[in-house]
């Protein structure tokens, strides 16, 4: 019987750290670095070594390194330039304390690595990032625990940009 009720208390106390019992979607979202440096592979960035003065790049110093980009265009006051980095992909699947069970994986278009610029000058980058975006069950993570339904992140969220780009243009 003692066996019993340890095994129980063992399994409790593992399964309320991190875990999640339901179905989740998990997709892409932008992860957003302001301080890099570039490299000489194509779409491979490391940190600046003097992240208080990082190096600031034009769009002629990219090109040159990297190739021409694969889509270019202005968001809000900053101008970018796009480097496609494979499929984006959308994952669907339950889980069980911290198994996952996958259901369905489908490719939904392309991920980038975008690089922003204002008055010319690289202000930041985002490279693609998963992570979950729909829910519906129950978890429990850092410090809490409880049911998720819904949507976990608004697209806002999941499509950053540097933050110099966020200020809207006054005409």
Known sequence: ?????????????????HCFYGIARIGSTEWVDESFEITEERKKFKNATDFRNPPVYSKADIIAKWGEPSKSGTDKVCDYIAYRDGFEWTFIGAAIWIIPIPVLILPTGFDYVKIYFKDEK????????YDTT?????????????????RTSDYRYRKQKPTVCLVEKKD
């Open 122 to 129: 690289s202000v930041g980058l985002t490279k693609p990032h």
């Open 134 to 150: 729909h829910a519906i069950g129950y978890g429990c993570g850092d410090n809490s625990c409880g049911f998720a339904r819904g």
């Open 1 to 17: 019987m003692k066996f019993h009720l340890l095994t129980a208390l063992i399994t409790i106390s593992l399964t309320s750290i």
